[in-house]
């Protein structure tokens, strides 16, 4: 999958946050974040069960362009600016893209917008159980809440 790939993927949700830091400061606590919510043992164990294509994490840390989390690939990374990560496993082709913009001086902006397709009656009802059950909702935002704390 492409840079361009994901958004061509349908829209799921998007969640925002405001940190009190500079945009630098809040790339490399998100990354650190991705890095703690995706690079445990059990996630790998996730992405193993699910079939992911990545499975490992692996390449340049902070993540650029290349760099894996188990169920991510990095498809693009402009530092202090957008993240897209992307993926599939047996029941969806995903991606979560993180945007980062300074609307005042030492606020930054931090989004994180989902897309992903879910085809075929296993991917529907993986999606009500992901997405449906609102657990992909709680995580992005602990994430985000995460981000927001530890980037000060």
Same mark, same amino acid.
């Given at each position: 999958m492409n840079a361009a790939a994901p958004l061509y993927l349908p829209y799921v949700d998007e969640h925002t946050t405001v940190v009190a830091a500079e945009a630098d400061a809040v790339w490399r606590e998100l990354c650190e974040a991705l890095h703690r919510s995706f690079g445990?043992?059990? %996630? %790998? %164990?996730?992405?193993?069960?699910?079939?992911?294509?990545?499975?490992?994490?692996?390449?340049?840390?902070?993540?650029?362009?290349?760099?894996?989390?188990?169920?991510?690939?990095?498809?693009?990374?402009?530092?202090?600016?957008?993240?897209?990560?992307?993926?599939?496993?047996?029941?969806?082709?995903?991606?979560?893209?993180?945007?980062?913009?300074?609307?005042?001086?030492?606020?930054?902006?931090?989004?994180?917008?989902?897309?992903?397709?879910?085809?075929?009656p296993a991917g529907a009802l993986y999606r009500q159980l992901v997405i449906g059950t609102g657990g992909h909702a709680m995580g992005v935002r602990r994430m985000l809440k995460a981000v927001r704390i530890r980037a000060l």
């Open positions: 445990s043992g059990r %996630a %790998a %164990a996730y992405a193993r069960l699910a079939g992911c294509a990545d499975r490992t994490a692996s390449g340049p840390r902070p993540l650029a362009e290349g760099s894996t989390l188990p169920g991510f690939r990095v498809a693009s990374a402009t530092p202090g600016r957008e993240l897209v990560l992307v993926g599939r496993h047996h029941f969806s082709t995903y991606a979560l893209i993180f945007h980062l913009d300074e609307p005042t001086p030492g606020r930054t902006r931090l989004r994180a917008e989902t897309r992903a397709r879910f085809p075929g």
